[in-house]
């Protein structure tokens, strides 16, 4: 099982940033292909970036050209640069493992988008 922790949500101001990170617990990281969700109140989770172990990164429509995902496996960690934010983008942001064979989820970060 790897265990994973967000973190880097809060407040920002319209067409400000933010940079979310995801702790994975163990060194298998780098073989993993990655994903950060967000799910906003009364909707589902949707899936927003995905970055495989060889770095082939994909986006959702919605923040393609503002958001960027990496990762630094020397860290075991995965990243989300989200640029130019809107209010629509207020949502809980959670990283997942998206190689088969794996259930974790972390427990969300908070991402807040208001004047």
């Known amino acids: 099982q790897v265990q994973l922790v967000e973190s880097g949500g809060g407040l920002v101001q319209p067409g400000g940033s933010l940079r979310l990170s995801c702790v994975a617990s163990r060194t298998i990281f780098s073989m993993l292909h990655m994903g950060w969700y967000c799910q906003a109140p009364g909707k589902q989770r949707e899936l927003v970036a995905t970055?495989?172990?060889?770095?082939?990164?994909n986006y959702a429509g919605s923040v393609k050209g503002r958001f960027t995902i990496s990762r630094d496996n020397a860290k075991n960690t995965v990243y989300l640069q989200m640029n130019s934010l809107k209010p629509e983008d207020t949502a809980v942001y959670y990283c997942?493992?998206?190689?088969?064979?794996?259930?974790?989820w972390g427990q969300g970060t908070q991402v807040t988008v208001s004047s």
């Open positions: 997942h493992i998206l190689t088969p064979g794996f259930d974790s």
């Open positions: 970055i495989t172990r060889d770095r082939t990164t």
